[in-house]
């Protein structure tokens, strides 16, 4: 089965199991069939017995004791009436008795009677005109052995069949009293050859019903396995285009299913697939870029100072290392993005009063803001905890307040606001122009990101800042947003839980 396809599975799955619920149908409807022709042939025997029990019945009336005793007679008195009718006649009535109602009798081969006068040889079936007619394949020329018994179960006339199982039984009524029982052999097997040849046609016709079943089953599980994996192979087609690399071919599901939605996913992945080596592209550029830069005036500052257009002092050499620790930073920014990615930073989550963290982050960049002639605005409640890393919470504020102020001219104003609602931890930070649009605050949380408007990077950092702020805030459990703020420059929320899952 390993090595199969997967539509001959399905067509060997779909033919096997018509196979077994055709057979056990046509088993069933056999067996059915089988235990109702039995049926109906003891159902015509219990009418064989009704009307022969009218005859021996006619018998009874007529016998000149059962007409002289009285009207309610007792067991023993209707025994003696049979015992005193002819036994030949009750033996002919119950022996000769066809098994079908004469209104209801097929004919069966029998001469009519002979007029009188008629003194020609009797005719035998060989001398008839035309072929004999043929009794019913199920119908004996008499009834199965039956046997007349009386009301105190002393057998009359007729075959005594003992106790015999599931019997077929009749009771005689006359006046409303019973005087009589009739006992008929159930008919367990047919063994007429007609009744036999008349099983064997019905066999084959099942086996031929059967075999036209199963070859149209057949049929339509080779159609049903080719059209199921229509989809699939579309399956295989997009993901054979995602091991090449083309993550730009789309498959464009146009089922409702789950092979539909397997689609959408396959296209949703390579969607991402295809943006996510365009940023890695992009921030392999932007990288190179950044290195360059220092690299270059590094590269320029040595080949002047080689030769001899600008001498070797302290300035040149604090120009020098100007450079050097602007590569570093990136270089810092970098290995401390990456293992935010990965994981690898470490969080000692603890319970921490933000109130109290954030406001000594405040303070000690106070100095900084004055100097940049930003004025800096704070409302807060004095004691708001949550469960945090308090080193990766106060890098948090540093980052987003040194964001703030490379982006805001002066004179301006950073506003800092911290609430509580519901068990939500809200830090808002909004500042002054200039802005950004609200496109360009979806992309301003990915790795070297620039924009073309005011806010473009005007320090010497990376570009990096606010993303490592997105891996904090999403080690915490938490979401961050840019908007554009209503002072006119950007608005940065922060939203906490203060328990952690």
């Known amino acids: 089965m390993y090595f199969m396809q997967i539509s001959q599975k399905l067509f060997l799955a779909f033919v096997g199991l018509t196979s077994i619920v055709l057979i056990a149908t046509l088993s069933l409807a056999r067996w059915s069939f089988d235990q109702g022709f039995l049926d109906y042939i003891n159902g015509l ?21 059962a007409q002289t005793a009285p009207s309610v007679m007792t067991d023993q008195q209707s025994t003696r009436v049979w015992q005193s009718i002819n036994q030949t006649t009750l033996t002919q009535a119950i022996s000769l008795h066809a098994p079908f109602p004469k209104r209801n009798r097929p004919g069966d081969g029998a001469r009519p009677p002979r007029p009188a006068g008629d003194n020609r040889p009797p005719m035998g079936p060989d001398r008839r005109l035309g072929p004999p007619r043929q009794r ?20 009359i006339s007729g075959v005594d069949i003992g106790n015999v199982d599931n019997r077929i039984s009749l009771t005689l009524l006359f ?11 159930p008919i367990r097997e047919v063994e007429s050859s ?12 099942s086996v031929g019903i059967g075999l036209l079943c199963l070859l149209l089953a057949s049929a339509i599980a080779w159609w049903l396995s080719r059209f199921l994996l229509i989809p699939v192979k579309q399956v295989m087609l997009g993901v ?23 689609m959408a996913n396959i296209d949703h992945l390579a969607m991402t697939l295809s943006k996510n080596r365009s940023a890695k592209n992009r921030w392999l550029a932007d990288i190179s870029h950044e290195l360059r830069t220092p690299l270059s005036i590094l590269c320029g500052e040595i080949d002047a100072i080689k030769a001899g257009i600008r001498t070797f002092d302290s300035t040149q050499l604090n120009s020098l290392e100007q450079e050097v620790l602007r590569m570093k930073h990136l270089v810092d920014d970098l290995y401390e993005l990456s293992l935010s990615d990965v994981g690898g930073l470490r969080y000692h989550f603890q319970r921490v009063n933000v109130s109290e963290s ?14 940049k002639g930003l004025t800096l605005q704070s409302q807060f409640q004095p004691e708001v905890y949550l469960s945090a890393d308090v080193l990766r919470l106060e890098q948090l504020f540093i980052n987003l307040l040194m964001n703030s102020m490379a982006y805001t001219d002066s004179p301006g104003v950073i506003d800092v606001r911290l609430s509580q609602q519901a068990k939500t931890v809200i830090l808002t930070i909004n500042d002054t122009k200039p802005s950004a649009s609200i496109e360009e605050c979806e992309h301003l949380f990915e790795p070297l990101y620039r924009q073309d408007s005011a806010r473009t990077r005007r320090g010497s950092g990376a570009g990096l800042g606010l993303t490592i702020c997105k891996n904090i805030v999403e080690a915490h459990d938490g979401t961050i947003k840019a908007i554009p703020s209503p002072l006119g420059g950007l608005c940065i929320e922060v939203q906490l839980p203060m328990h952690r899952e």
Do not use: K
């Open 358 to 371: 954030l406001q000594s982050t405040l303070n000690s960049m106070a100095t900084s803001l004055e100097e």
């Open 136 to 155: 019913p394949p199920f119908s004996p020329p008499s009834g199965p052995p039956t046997g007349l018994y009386s009301a105190e179960q002393q057998f």
């Open 175 to 185: 006046n409303d009293h019973i005087v009589g029982y009739l006992y008929s052999s």
């Open 45 to 65: 025997e219990q009418e064989r017995l009704q009307h022969l029990s009218d005859e021996l019945l006619t018998l009874y009336a007529a016998n000149p004791e």
């Open 194 to 205: 007609s009744a036999t040849a008349f099983s064997q046609q019905q066999r084959w016709t």
């Open 240 to 262: 054979s285009y995602l091991s090449q690399g083309n993550y730009d071919e789309r498959l464009s599901p146009q089922r409702a299913d789950e092979l539909g939605q397997l």
